[in-house]
């Protein structure tokens, strides 16, 4: 009965003491990790962001070359009129 007891205890007591040295390896995990995730992240949305450039750039050159088309429309009706300044 005391070899179990004491057998016991000294199992538990290495496991204890090597989960408490275990903490810096797993904090080094787990900023390993958080690293990876992050990169991720960053790169996600990174491609989100630059979609999101092209939507925008396609839709103001679309606006502007309609104003522009218009504009020149405007001045094949009217050659050689001056532009009314804006108030």
Not at 32 to 45: F, G, P, R, T, Y
Not at 50 to 65: F, H, I, P
Not at 68 to 84: I, R, S, V
């Amino acid at each position: 009965m005391k070899k179990i007891f004491f057998v016991m205890t000294t199992g538990l007591a290495a496991i204890a003491f090597t989960s408490c040295n275990n903490g810096q390896e797993v904090q080094k995990q787990k900023d390993d990790e958080n690293a990876k995730i992050q990169s991720m992240v960053d790169e996600k949305l990174n491609a989100l962001q630059a979609d999101a450039d092209k939507a925008c750039d396609s839709t103001v050159t679309a606006m502007a070359t309609v104003k522009y088309n218009d504009f020149l429309a405007d001045q094949k009706k009217h050659p050689g009129a001056k532009p009314k300044p804006k108030p």
